[in-house]
Structure formats: structure tokens, C-alpha cells
């Protein structure tokens, strides 16, 4: 095991060989749904082998979020988990980084970019490191 | 088809009972029920058995190991939080389907203590606290600030519902707690998940209730004076919405069955005289006011500020205390909540009653996602 490439740390993020990370969707072709991760089928409108393989935009906007301050033992608080609505289509959940975790400092629909970074330092039971994505503010 | 009535339906206090076994929960509820309608397990033609946390473990059959192994058929059931309100609807179903006549459901839970749900999990590393927070005090801490983006909701209005279901629960002697919690109480106690505080989150305690249903036929046999009649089971699961891989919808889920159990039973929510919901959270309850029709889209914190949902209001909400302060044993929530708006409809409510009331509803969600509804009528 390599100690030096990291991996992802869900399917739908992509690190190529040479090139930047970034997150993969599904979209249906039939009625533009996109999904998180591969599908042959369409939950929405129920299309079979309809989907195509794309790119997830990078940037979007805050479409709600709630700040954890008490989590599962050995998880740091406080922190923002946000629900971002990418400009491009389809929505992920992640921390909100690099803003105080204030309610009055957090605006609803602020725009946001998705960064990409060493998962907190967290490793798998065989020493591996991860790369995570987040959102901070555009 | 035959109507279906409601003839025996109790609840045990809920509580900590980590020295007794899931099946001798339930049987103690199960015995209750029964003494309520007057009938013995000799009498039961089934069996319809909610829990979640052995759900591999034949819960049902067990429960009949300690109060009488009839052979009947046992069916046990897990459906999330909407596990009790199921076993209650596929007992209903079976009189409706004609093929019998009287019939248990019974809803059980032991849980522990602490934070339930969590993000992900699975292969590599723990995603919680990296990929936003699966804990249950968030996820509905989201959905409730969905509603702080498109109306403006407060922290202090979601805040007041808390305050509100602690108080009525100083009347209900099943409750876990009675203990009233005032505004800043509620406000200033730890918070979970903003805007969640501890005091807004649904207490886990051990518990469980059950139900005897009987046909239109058995009804008048054993005497309707205490019958409660089953108007509408509507059940439904999450049905596509464009944020639900990310965003558990329990919005649109509730809306979807409310639609189905007021056209079963050809009513509307103006009709409602009383109303046991899902509040898991403080933040959940804020929704499913409009979920459920009871006010406007938007008027949900109107509904609070003005006491409508009070005892004593428009429409009274979770007059039993709520999952706030009664407690929230998952799998048998559903079927608790039934008993809270018979002995309402029974008139049997004590101190904490609501007048006249002639309908009232029961109303479950769990994650993944399940909606159990069920409108009740008084039948003298
Ligand atoms: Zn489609």
C-alpha cells in the first residue's frame, strides 16, 4: 500500500492519475435527474440504461445546513454539515469549512466552492490516507 | 369491506428497563390490551408484531411464549419509526381483507442511550464530522432550517414546541418525564445540533403498547361503548424528490400519505379534533403541521405563536407529551400514539383531554423512508 497516494474517500470522487480530483455524478438522460454514484436505473422517472457518466460542477449554493456540536466520541466540534445544490445540477452533503459555525454568520443560498483536502488526518485499519471533499465560501 | 374498530389499546409507562428482556416488554402491553377489550390471547386470530431493534429475533413469537402459544400466525415487522404504525396497519388490513375478525398488534422497543443514526459507515474510514453529520439531531436540524430559509422560522419558535410538549406531558402519567421546561430552559440547554438543543430531541426510553382490532361484526358482539372506529391507514414510502440521496424528504412522504388517510376517510384537516405527530425532534413537529394541512404552507410558527396547537387550541398537537417527553421506543411509538387519541376519542384522557373531541390522527415517519397515518373516530 502506497502511503503517498491518497484515496477517495467516496466512490463518486475521482482522483485521475494526472489531473485534478473532482466528483462524478450520473445523469439520467431522459429526464436530467443526476445521481451520486452508478446507476442503470432512474428512480424518478424509471428509465433503464439512460444514464451518462459526467462531472459534478464545483461550485453551488447553500440550500440548508445545521451546526453539530455534539457528534459520535473522537469527532471534533463544532462543525457546519451543509447541504449544497451545485450549480450545474444535484445535490451533496459536507462541512462547511473556513466560516465561523454561527448562525448569523452562515446566509442561506450563499455561494459556496467545493475544495479538496486530506480527510482530517483519519486513516483505514491498513494505514491509508484519504482525500475528502468540502465547501467553503466562493 | 368490513370497518375496523380499535376494541382493547394500552401502553406501558415508558422508561429504562434494561434488565427485562424485548418480549416481556411487549407481553406487558400486549396482556393490557387485552384486558382492555375484555378478551383473552385465546381469542386473538393473529398476531402483528412491531420492532425494530431485534427484528431478526421473532419477537411476536416470543411475546406468545409468555402469555399463550396458541398457534396463531405471527407476522413481525420493522419499518423505522413507522414500525409500530405498521404492524397496527397490516392488522387493520388482515379485517379488511375479511380474513379475520380479531386480531393483536403490539409494538416494542428496548433502546440504549445516546446520539441514533450516524453518516454512512461501510468500507474505509468513518464519514462522520467529514461528510456533514448523519446523527439524527442534524438531519432534522436541516430539514427544520429548510423551513428557517423559506419562512423564516426561529430558533426560539422551534424552541416554544419543546415547551409545549414537556408541559402536556405533566398530565400523562405514561409519559417518561413530567416535568415542565421553560422557554430559556429549553433555549439555553446543551445544543445537539443547531438549532437543536438536548431538550429539543426526543428522549430514548424502553417501552411498548398495543392494540386489539376487531371487525365491524365482532365490534357489536363485544358492545361498541368503548369501540373506537378506524378511519383511514394510510402508509407510504419516500417518493422521488431532488435532494433525497443527500437529504432524507420527510416532508413530502407525510404529504403523500395525509393525502391518502383524508381521502380515506372524506375528511379534511379542519376536521381534526386532536393530533399525536411525529415529533422526533422540535424541528420535525414545525413541519409536519403544514405536512399534515393543519395550517397553511408557512404558518407552521404562526400555529406555535399563537397556541393553536396547545391543549385548549384549534388543534391540539401531541397532548400526550410527544416523542419529546413521553419518549420514543421506535417500534412502539405508533401504536402508543393510537392509544393517546382513543382514550381521547374515549373521553378517558383525565386532566389533559381534549373537549368533545370526535377524530383525531396518529402520524409516524422513520428515515428511509416510512409514513404511517391513521384517523381515529369516536363511535357514541
Ligand atoms: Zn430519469
Known amino acids: ?138 | 369491506m368490513s370497518d375496523v374498530y380499535v376494541m382493547g389499546v394500552d401502553m406501558i409507562k415508558f422508561g429504562r428497563f434494561p434488565d427485562r428482556s424485548v418480549p416481556n416488554i411487549g407481553a406487558e402491553a400486549a396482556l393490557m390490551a387485552l384486558d382492555d377489550a375484555g378478551l383473552g390471547i385465546q381469542d386473538m386470530q393473529a398476531l402483528y408484531c412491531g420492532n425494530l431493534g431485534q427484528a431478526n429475533a421473532m419477537v411476536g413469537q416470543r411475546i406468545l411464549q409468555e402469555i399463550g402459544q396458541t398457534g396463531m400466525p405471527v407476522v413481525n415487522v420493522a419499518n423505522a419509526c413507522a414500525t409500530g404504525a405498521t404492524a397496527f396497519r397490516e392488522a387493520w388490513m388482515s379485517i379488511k381483507a375479511g380474513m379475520y375478525d380479531v386480531v393483536l398488534a403490539v409494538g416494542v422497543e428496548q433502546m440504549g442511550k445516546g446520539l441514533l443514526g450516524g453518516a454512512g459507515g461501510g468500507e474505509g474510514i468513518p464519514k462522520e464530522g467529514l461528510l456533514g453529520s448523519g446523527t439524527m439531531p442534524c438531519v432534522f436540524a436541516e430539514a427544520g432550517m429548510e423551513h428557517t430559509k423559506e419562512y423564516g422560522t426561529t430558533f426560539e419558535q422551534f424552541a416554544k414546541i419543546s415547551v409545549k410538549n414537556h408541559h402536556h406531558s405533566t398530565m400523562n402519567p405514561k409519559a417518561m418525564y413530567q416535568i415542565e421546561t421553560p422557554l430559556d430552559e429549553v433555549m439555553n440547554a446543551e445544543m445537539i445540533s443547531y438549532p437543536n438543543t438536548k431538550l429539543m430531541c426526543s428522549v430514548n426510553v424502553d417501552g411498548s403498547a398495543a392494540a386489539v382490532l376487531v371487525s365491524e361484526k365482532k365490534a357489536k358482539e363485544l358492545g361498541m361503548a368503548r369501540a373506537v372506529k378506524v378511519r383511514a391507514s394510510a402508509l407510504a414510502s419516500d417518493p422521488y424528490t431532488d435532494r433525497d440521496l443527500v437529504m432524507p424528504d420527510v416532508n413530502a412522504c407525510t404529504r403523500l400519505a395525509a393525502k391518502d388517510a383524508y381521502e380515506q376517510a372524506g375528511i379534511g384537516p379542519e376536521d381534526v379534533n386532536l393530533v399525536e405527530l411525529h415529533d422526533c425532534f422540535a424541528t420535525a413537529e414545525m413541519l409536519h403541521y403544514e405536512n399534515l394541512g393543519l395550517c397553511k404552507d408557512g404558518e407552521a410558527g404562526k400555529m406555535i405563536d399563537e397556541g393553536h396547537v396547545e391543549l385548549g387550541g384549534k388543534v391540539p398537537v401531541n397532548v400526550s407529551g410527544g416523542l419529546l417527553s413521553k419518549g420514543h421506543p421506535l417500534g412502539a411509538t405508533g401504536i402508543a400514539n393510537i392509544y393517546e387519541v382513543c382514550t381521547h376519542l374515549r373521553g378517558e384522557a383525565g386532566n389533559r383531554q381534549v373537549e368533545g373531541a370526535k377524530i383525531g390522527m396518529t402520524h409516524v415517519i422513520g428515515l428511509g423512508t416510512a409514513c404511517g397515518i391513521h384517523i381515529l373516530e369516536k363511535t357514541n
Do not use: Q
Open chain 1, 1 to 138: 500500500m502506497s502511503e503517498t497516494k491518497p484515496l477517495p474517500v467516496v466512490d463518486f470522487l475521482k482522483i485521475p492519475e494526472d489531473g485534478n480530483p473532482y466528483l462524478e455524478g450520473f445523469r439520467c438522460k431522459k429526464c436530467a435527474s443526476i445521481y451520486l454514484g452508478e446507476r442503470n436505473v432512474c428512480s424518478k422517472c424509471f428509465a433503464r440504461d439512460e444514464m451518462e457518466v459526467i462531472k459534478l460542477t464545483e461550485t453551488g449554493t447553500l440550500h440548508s445546513y445545521a451546526i453539530v456540536f455534539r457528534s459520535f466520541p473522537g469527532i471534533d466540534v463544532p462543525y457546519i454539515s451543509a447541504i449544497v445544490d451545485l450549480d450545474g445540477g444535484g445535490t451533496i452533503k459536507g462541512n462547511l469549512i473556513n466560516i465561523d459555525p454561527d448562525p448569523d454568520k452562515i446566509e442561506f443560498n450563499m455561494p459556496v466552492k467545493i475544495t479538496y483536502g486530506d480527510a482530517l488526518g483519519r486513516k483505514d485499519t491498513e494505514g491509508n490516507s484519504y482525500l475528502s471533499y468540502f465547501f467553503e465560501p466562493a
